[in-house]
């Protein structure tokens, strides 16, 4: 069984805002991150999948595959906007990374068999570094 990830870039800007919350528990729970302007992170996405290798090609994972359906569903509506603003995802939600891995994961799962028909490969993880100190990590069995 092999595991194979995929490092995607992509660059987001995003408010952490509930509104759930008073204005005051929002600056004290969020502090910096809850401008009202906003701010932006350059995010690095690992989507990470394992299968067995395919005993013709040697492949446990297209790459290719993977590659266009993380465009479609991540980059191409996620990649250079503003998360809160641009995305129906995070209508009502803060867009949290914890919030932004569980709807990465929810999309890909959701158009997996259509890239990937067979048992194999199966999603694994995403795995979403915001900053080089805040990392944020989600198995894919974890989420329906």
């Known amino acids: 069984m092999f595991h194979v990830t995929r490092r995607y870039a992509m660059a987001a800007s995003h408010r952490l805002h509930s509104a759930q919350l ?7 729970i969020y502090g910096k991150c809850n401008n ?3 701010h932006g992170h350059n995010y690095l996405i690992d989507v990470s999948a394992r ?11 297209n790459v290719a595959a993977l590659d266009e359906l993380v465009r479609r ?3 191409q509506p996620f990649d250079h906007g503003n998360l809160n ?5 995070f209508q009502g939600i803060a867009p949290t990374s914890e919030n ?11 158009h997996w068999s259509a890239a ?10 995403i795995r979403i570094a915001e900053t080089d100190r805040n990392i ?7 989420i329906e």
């Open 36 to 38: 009202p302007y906003g």
């Open 116 to 125: 990937f028909p067979g048992e194999w490969p199966k999603l694994e993880k």
């Open 22 to 28: 008073s204005d005051e528990e929002n600056r004290r």
């Open 136 to 142: 944020f990590e989600l198995r894919a069995d974890e």
């Open 51 to 61: 299968g067995e290798a395919d005993g013709v090609t040697g492949l446990a994972v």
């Open 100 to 110: 932004l891995a569980v709807e990465i994961c929810r999309r890909l799962k959701r």
């Open 85 to 89: 603003l641009d995305t129906e995802a």
């Open 73 to 75: 569903l991540v980059l």
